[in-house]
């Protein structure tokens, strides 16, 4: 693994992605990567405690192979609250709910937010952010700072931008206070007296008496699960999280906060960065790729079901996540337009061979994968087919 290792799992659901991204986000952690998952679309970071990222009945039932006993991996689910709400039956005790605060977004942030269908409202509103600083407002002090502009005919529309504004407030993507930084705790301990991991509020606590502590690296993720109850027009509040998210993710680099090597992991990524969504998240995620390298090793590994969803090379799309992909699973039960597009996007598909890649992927069987690496095969013959109960990944890398 590499800071140019661009992973691409492509399977429908249930055909075995989930167990093949897990096995490569826990073997990468135990060669020293922090994971952080930015669509944790089904909560599967919660069981990353296992190494291989298998089930522990698949484990029993496969034998567990020599060193990949199960050990634990400290790790926190972070989850917006306005997804937290659609818990049936409450939330599940290893989520953390947070929200964005004012001091997590900028000026354009809020006006995408509040999403002024009148022109006035929109400009009234944007003299009155003037140079306020955002970090500084909360929603209380906006309204009030409304009801002291003086212009005469501002009066009408300021009813309209109230209402707006409130309707921001009630829907919860963004609050006042109840912020946290799920970035602050990548930073963990393992204490061996507690038999348990301790993040830096709960560390003092523990040096007081002594106890011995085991610098460690949390997996952190950002859950989205419920994010399809907002698939029909409402994307996104979700993708919105996801883009300040990864700003932020940058800005800690920047800041010398946090530090890699990280694998940076997206789930059903076509949702969250989609050719036919907004730009919010591929313009965060191409600044992501590139600094790369650069400012900090990072990895990337993308899943999804819809591979011809993504930007890929050649589509209508400025950005591109599918054409630079190093190491490529196609797993089973594909739909030939999602498989050809990401072959395609390779090279390797040429004139000659279509038959012969049809053959090969129609004959995996499940959770097989077609393990397809641009640098060191040169056509469909040379790709080997692999499943992930075995760490193959590891000799791949
Ligand atoms: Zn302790």
Redesign the pocket.
Same mark, same amino acid.
């Given at each position: 693994m590499t800071d140019t290792t661009r992973i691409l799992l492509v399977a429908p659901t249930g055909r075995g992605k989930t167990v093949a991204g897990k096995r490569i986000v826990s073997t990468a952690y135990d060669d020293g990567w922090t994971p952080v998952h930015f669509s944790d679309v089904k909560n599967d970071f919660q069981s990353i405690s296992y190494a291989g990222g298998a089930s522990k009945q698949m484990i029993e039932t496969m034998g567990l192979i020599d060193g990949e006993e199960p050990h634990r991996v400290p790790r926190k689910l972070f989850q917006p609250k306005f997804l937290v709400d659609d818990y049936r039956n409450g939330k599940p005790s290893y989520i953390e709910q947070f929200t964005l605060g004012f001091e997590d977004i900028t000026k354009s942030d809020l006006m995408f937010l509040l999403d002024f269908n009148s022109e006035p409202q929109e400009q009234v509103f944007d003299n009155l952010l003037g140079d306020l600083s955002i970090e500084d407002e909360n929603f209380i002090s906006l309204k009030s700072k409304l009801d002291d502009v003086e212009i005469e005919y501002t009066n009408n529309l300021k009813g309209p931008i109230k209402r707006t504004l409130n309707s921001l407030e009630n829907s919860k993507i963004l609050a006042s206070n109840l912020r946290k930084n799920p970035f602050n705790y990548i930073e963990c301990w393992e204490?061996h007296?507690?038999d =348990?991991f301790?993040w830096k509020e709960d560390k003092g =606590? /523990?040096e007081l008496?002594n /106890?011995d502590?085991e610098e460690k690296r949390a997996v952190i993720s950002l859950s989205l699960k419920h994010y399809d109850n907002y698939t029909y027009g409402d994307e996104e509040k979700f993708q919105f999280y996801v883009a300040v998210l990864m700003r932020n993710f940058i800005k800690e680099i920047r800041r010398g906060n946090i530090e890699g090597p990280f694998i940076l992991y997206g789930d059903e990524f076509h949702e969250v960065a989609g050719r036919d969504t907004g730009n919010l998240v591929k313009k965060y995620f191409q600044k992501i790729l590139d600094i790369a390298g650069r400012q900090a090793d990072i990895a990337t590994i993308l899943s999804t079901q819809r591979p011809s969803k993504l930007p890929y090379p050649q589509s209508s799309d400025p950005y591109d996540f599918v054409g630079d992909t190093t190491h490529m699973f196609i797993g089973e039960g594909l739909n030939p337009v999602d498989w050809r597009k990401a072959v395609n996007s390779t090279n390797l598909y040429g004139q000659g061979d279509k038959e012969k890649w049809r053959k090969k992927i129609n004959d995996l069987n499940q959770y097989e994968f077609l393990y397809v690496n641009p640098e060191k095969h040169d056509d469909v013959e040379d790709c080997p087919v692999v499943k992930f109960y075995s760490p193959l990944v590891r000799h791949t890398g």
């Amino acid at each position: 693994m590499t800071d140019t290792t661009r992973i691409l799992l492509v399977a429908p659901t249930g055909r075995g992605k989930t167990v093949a991204g897990k096995r490569i986000v826990s073997t990468a952690y135990d060669d020293g990567w922090t994971p952080v998952h930015f669509s944790d679309v089904k909560n599967d970071f919660q069981s990353i405690s296992y190494a291989g990222g298998a089930s522990k009945q698949m484990i029993e039932t496969m034998g567990l192979i020599d060193g990949e006993e199960p050990h634990r991996v400290p790790r926190k689910l972070f989850q917006p609250k306005f997804l937290v709400d659609d818990y049936r039956n409450g939330k599940p005790s290893y989520i953390e709910q947070f929200t964005l605060g004012f001091e997590d977004i900028t000026k354009s942030d809020l006006m995408f937010l509040l999403d002024f269908n009148s022109e006035p409202q929109e400009q009234v509103f944007d003299n009155l952010l003037g140079d306020l600083s955002i970090e500084d407002e909360n929603f209380i002090s906006l309204k009030s700072k409304l009801d002291d502009v003086e212009i005469e005919y501002t009066n009408n529309l300021k009813g309209p931008i109230k209402r707006t504004l409130n309707s921001l407030e009630n829907s919860k993507i963004l609050a006042s206070n109840l912020r946290k930084n799920p970035f602050n705790y990548i930073e963990c301990w393992e204490c061996h007296d507690c038999d =348990e991991f301790v993040w830096k509020e709960d560390k003092g =606590e /523990h040096e007081l008496n002594n /106890h011995d502590l085991e610098e460690k690296r949390a997996v952190i993720s950002l859950s989205l699960k419920h994010y399809d109850n907002y698939t029909y027009g409402d994307e996104e509040k979700f993708q919105f999280y996801v883009a300040v998210l990864m700003r932020n993710f940058i800005k800690e680099i920047r800041r010398g906060n946090i530090e890699g090597p990280f694998i940076l992991y997206g789930d059903e990524f076509h949702e969250v960065a989609g050719r036919d969504t907004g730009n919010l998240v591929k313009k965060y995620f191409q600044k992501i790729l590139d600094i790369a390298g650069r400012q900090a090793d990072i990895a990337t590994i993308l899943s999804t079901q819809r591979p011809s969803k993504l930007p890929y090379p050649q589509s209508s799309d400025p950005y591109d996540f599918v054409g630079d992909t190093t190491h490529m699973f196609i797993g089973e039960g594909l739909n030939p337009v999602d498989w050809r597009k990401a072959v395609n996007s390779t090279n390797l598909y040429g004139q000659g061979d279509k038959e012969k890649w049809r053959k090969k992927i129609n004959d995996l069987n499940q959770y097989e994968f077609l393990y397809v690496n641009p640098e060191k095969h040169d056509d469909v013959e040379d790709c080997p087919v692999v499943k992930f109960y075995s760490p193959l990944v590891r000799h791949t890398g």
